[in-house]
């Protein structure tokens, strides 16, 4: 059974960090590129940040502005994302998202929350 599990949300203070992991499971995702999207109540699903296969080339939203950091592990089947100096307005539910790009079909997993109190 292929899983995407994501831990490491929770409630933090503005100007806290927060470390979210993405656990990929149940085939070979080796060749996947791996990221994040977020979403707040009543808002569409937003893309945050996303790694290449190799783990060498990342990609970020706008709003990140160098306060986020995505990195792969070595089995490239655990994606992290750091964040650092978090505001209240990155308040949502965290998805971890599986690109097959032609390799095989996209994943996502169930949703992480993170609230940001001011």
């Known amino acids: 059974q292929v899983q995407l599990v994501e831990s490491g949300g929770g409630l933090v203070q503005a100007g806290g960090t927060l470390r979210l992991s993405c656990a990929a499971s149940?085939?070979?995702?080796?060749?996947?590129?791996i990221g994040w999207f977020r979403q707040a109540p009543g808002k569409a699903r937003d893309f945050v940040a996303a790694?290449?296969?190799?783990?060498?080339?990342?990609d970020y939203a706008d709003f990140v502005a160098g306060r986020f950091t995505i990195s792969r592990g070595n089995t490239r089947n655990t994606v992290w994302l750091q964040m650092n100096t978090l505001k209240p307005e990155d308040t949502a539910v965290y998805y971890c998202?599986?690109?097959?790009?032609?390799?095989?079909?996209?994943?996502w997993g169930q949703g992480t929350q993170v609230t940001v109190s001011s």
């Open positions: 790694i290449n296969w190799g783990g060498n080339r990342a």
């Open positions: 149940g085939r070979d995702f080796s060749r996947y590129s």
């Open positions: 998202h599986a690109n097959g790009r032609g390799v095989g079909p996209n994943y």
